[in-house]
């Protein structure tokens, strides 16, 4: 049973930086696609990022594109997502999740496994 345990949230001044950890238990981490999610209160679940098993390739949804990078250390099971210039809308609690193959999957029930979110607020 894979786990996943999101860190690094917190509330940050618009503008500012944040960097969020998801850890990873199990042997073959470094098979799995990681990909960020997040879900704004009242709102459905949106795709944020993600990255392939060796870390060499990475999607990013429009509205992070250039303010967000996504990176992965499989020596340390952990996956990064580096967030800068944040935003008002950008406030959500964060999700990593994981699933095997090498398509970039951009749906959350296209994910097996998820981490229990971390909250980032971003104020104005």
């Known amino acids: 049973q894979v786990q996943l345990v999101e860190s690094g949230g917190g509330l940050v001044q618009a503008g500012g930086s944040l960097r969020l950890s998801c850890a990873a238990s199990?042997?073959?981490?470094?098979?799995?696609?990681m990909a960020w999610f997040r879900q704004a209160p009242g709102k459905e679940r949106e795709f944020v990022s993600v990255?392939?098993?060796?870390?060499?390739?990475?999607y990013y949804a429009d509205s992070v594109k250039g303010r967000f990078t996504i990176s992965r250390d499989n020596a340390k099971n952990t996956v990064y997502l580096q967030m800068n210039s944040l935003k008002p809308e950008d406030t959500a609690v964060y999700y990593c999740?994981?699933?095997?193959?090498?398509?970039?999957?951009?749906?959350?029930?296209?994910?097996?496994?998820w981490g229990q979110g971390t909250q980032v607020t971003v104020s104005s």
């Open positions: 999740a994981c699933r095997g193959g090498r398509y970039f999957y951009t749906v959350p029930n296209e994910y097996a496994s």
């Open positions: 199990g042997p073959t981490f470094s098979n799995w696609l």
């Open positions: 990255i392939s098993w060796s870390g060499g390739s990475t």
